[in-house]
């Protein structure tokens, strides 16, 4: 009886993994309807929410300096990050403005600002909504390429 038990359980799981693995996948870049993504990126605030490097979560490995920075997108393609409640350099300013544009049909989202060591300016946009902004990019983390995925929410 056992046996049998375990082989449905584990039937169950390989179908629940199968069918999941086919189902179109949600996290698109596509803006809600009447929505643009130069709508979506700039309606409010984006605060840290998240961070992987290669499938690992690094939030805990990030200062509470750096987690609690606040970005702001205007539409006219300019913005600020501002050092949120804590500064990590006592001497940095508050506030420090960026240029931002989309590329290559709105997947990209280039940032005149580098957000993050070992980083660069361009994130490819995996999720953008109402809510949640997550985007990617590959860092150099002890001289190897690394992806790194952060989430941003409102």
């Known amino acids: 009886m056992k046996k049998q038990i375990l082989s449905l359980v584990f039937c169950l799981a390989i179908s629940i993994i199968f069918f999941s693995g086919c189902q179109k996948n949600d996290n698109t870049t596509?803006?809600?309807?009447?929505?643009?993504?130069?709508?979506?990126?700039?309606?409010?605030?984006?605060?840290f929410s998240s961070a992987t490097v290669s499938g690992s979560d690094v939030s805990a490995f990030l200062q509470a300096c750096q987690k609690d920075?606040?970005?702001?997108?205007?539409?006219?393609?300019?913005?600020?990050v501002d050092e949120g409640p804590s500064k990590c350099n006592?001497?940095?300013?508050?506030?420090?403005?960026?240029t931002w544009n989309f590329a290559?049909?709105?997947t990209i989202?280039?940032?005149s600002?580098?957000?993050?060591?070992?980083?660069?300016?361009?994130?490819?946009l995996v999720t953008l909504s109402?809510?949640?902004?997550?985007?990617?990019?590959?860092?150099?983390?002890?001289?190897?390429?690394?992806?790194?995925?952060?989430?941003?929410?409102?």
């Not at 596509?30 to 605060?47: E, F, M, N, R, Y």
């Not at 920075?69 to 600020?80: E, P």
């Open 30 to 47: 596509t803006p809600p309807a009447g929505k643009t993504k130069t709508q979506l990126v700039t309606q409010s605030t984006w605060k």
């Open 69 to 80: 920075n606040i970005l702001t997108f205007v539409a006219a393609g300019t913005g600020t």
């Open 90 to 98: 006592s001497g940095d300013p508050q506030t420090n403005p960026f």
């Open 104 to 106: 290559s049909s709105e």
């Open 109 to 111: 989202l280039h940032i």
């Open 113 to 124: 600002a580098v957000l993050f060591a070992g980083g660069s300016s361009d994130f490819t």
């Open 130 to 154: 109402e809510t949640q902004l997550i985007v990617s990019q590959v860092i150099t983390v002890g001289g190897s390429p690394q992806n790194a995925v952060v989430t941003f929410i409102h």
